[in-house]
């Protein structure tokens, strides 16, 4: 059975108690949860060096890191390096959206290196499968080609997939009717959308959705439910296609979880601040509470070389909101492939937003490090205060980079610094 299946049925299982001493809740906290569809915990019951990732309700806003090569940077060991900064950094998931060079080595290498949460899209392995293996253009694939692609994923050990089931024929008619500034954003989306159009068909993970349910049944596999009409700027925010799309994944899972299987579902995308608020209540009533798992969002479409901090404000307004689950976005975005230092200042800029929304929110524990750190930083305890640091290796490095004299604070305010001012006052 299926840890859905499990909790339902009241049982609670290894993988929950793993969960909740995680999270430092109870395990029928995690039971509960499971069983109401308001968290899910990923892990593919293949990926055996794989710890499992409880996200949802009540715990701690987790963090994604994307890495992936393209047809213009093959290199594998590069995205290697990638996979290990995030983690080393805090990154909860990778996703491999990889589609230039070895895809298969490198997805595969992912997997059995590190014991982090792995996400990815098989619409993409399906597409270059077409064009390398059988020699076809990627509006010829089959249907039976797409679901080829899922079972390789599942196979090697992914722990949730992006699946593009919302992008249908009515909803690319809202599109069109309403009118948008960039059209459609998504890779998976727009490949759905060029093959519906080509071969005249309903979109097959719409049409067939009882077909992958079976699938990533049988591996325990996390559907999320991908937002193939995310808005790619403002302008194009919370239009007819993208509430559309959010109100058929809506119903798509209450046929998954009613099939024993866990869902997340995918957000925007690029939204204004006064939209953020707006776009998670709407995706938690509509999706029965699913956890939300957003890229970002971006709330400017003006800031490129600076869309880690973008998405870090955007971030933390949605998790504070109820999203779940942030997925980084680096400076290099809308620019270049990220490299290895985009990854790690995308995964704390991200990691900073994660948190302040945990404290907004009450999520058990957050606090207790900012705590800690005001006492560290009142005693002038620099060790304490690298410890306690996101970035530990930063914060040494800015100080050291600015020596001090033997008055023990820093540069900025030398011996008239307010802590040691006030600890000599009240001593008097």
Not at 191 to 218: G, S
Not at 292 to 300: A, K, R, S
Not at 321 to 335: I, K, N, Q
Request: with cysteine; hydrophobic share 40%.
């Amino acid at each position: 059975m299926t840890e859905l299946e499990f909790a339902r049925r009241g049982v609670i299982t290894e993988k929950m108690k793993a969960a909740a001493i995680s999270e430092g809740v109870e395990p029928e906290f995690i039971r509960d949860g499971l069983a109401a569809g308001n968290i899910v915990i990923c892990h593919n019951i293949k990926h055996a060096n794989g710890t499992p990732l409880p996200v949802g309700t009540g715990l701690r806003t987790k963090i994604n890191a994307n890495i992936g090569s393209s047809s213009d940077d093959t290199d594998m060991q590069k995205e290697l390096e990638k996979a290990r900064v995030a983690v080393k950094h805090g990154a909860d998931a990778i996703m491999d959206l990889s589609t230039g060079g070895p895809v298969d080595e490198i997805r595969r290498a992912v997997i059995a290196e590190t014991s982090a949460c792995v996400g990815s899209v098989p619409l993409y392995q399906a597409a270059l499968d077409a064009v390398r293996v059988r020699k076809k253009a990627i509006v010829d694939m089959t249907v039976d080609d797409i679901f080829a692609g899922i079972i390789k994923h599942a196979e090697d050990g992914v722990d949730f997939i992006t699946v593009h089931c919302g992008v249908t024929r009515s909803t690319v008619e809202r599109m069109k009717n309403e009118g948008r500034l960039m059209d459609v954003v998504s890779r998976g989306g727009a490949f759905t959308i060029e093959w519906m159009k080509y071969n005249n068909q309903e979109n097959p993970l719409f049409e067939h959705f009882d077909k992958l349910l079976d699938i990533t049944k049988a591996y325990d596999m996390t559907l999320s439910l991908g937002d193939g009409f995310r808005p790619g700027c403002l302008a194009d925010a919370t239009d007819r296609a993208q509430i559309h799309e959010l109100i058929i994944l809506g119903e798509l899972t209450q046929r998954a979880q009613e099939a024993g299987v866990q869902v997340m579902i995918e957000g925007p995308g690029h939204v204004p601040l006064n939209q953020i608020q707006a776009n998670i209540l709407l995706q938690k009533r509509l999706c029965h509470g699913a956890p939300f798992y957003v890229l970002g969002p971006l709330v400017t479409d003006i800031a490129p070389g600076y869309d880690h901090i973008t998405c870090a404000i955007g971030g933390a307004i949605a998790a504070a909101a109820g999203a779940d689950f942030l997925c980084y976005v680096t400076p290099s975005e809308h620019l270049r492939l990220p490299d290895v230092q985009d990854v790690r200042d995308g995964v704390i800029a991200s990691r900073i937003a994660a948190h302040a929304a945990d404290i907004a929110k009450g999520v058990k524990g957050a606090m207790a490090k900012d705590i800690a750190m005001a006492k560290c930083r009142k005693k002038l305890d620099w060790e304490g205060q690298y410890a306690l640091a996101l970035d530990p290796e930063r914060a040494r490095s800015v100080r050291d980079s600015s020596p001090v004299s033997d008055h023990g604070a820093c540069t900025m305010c030398g011996e008239f610094c307010a802590y040691k001012v006030m600890d000599e006052a009240m001593k008097r």
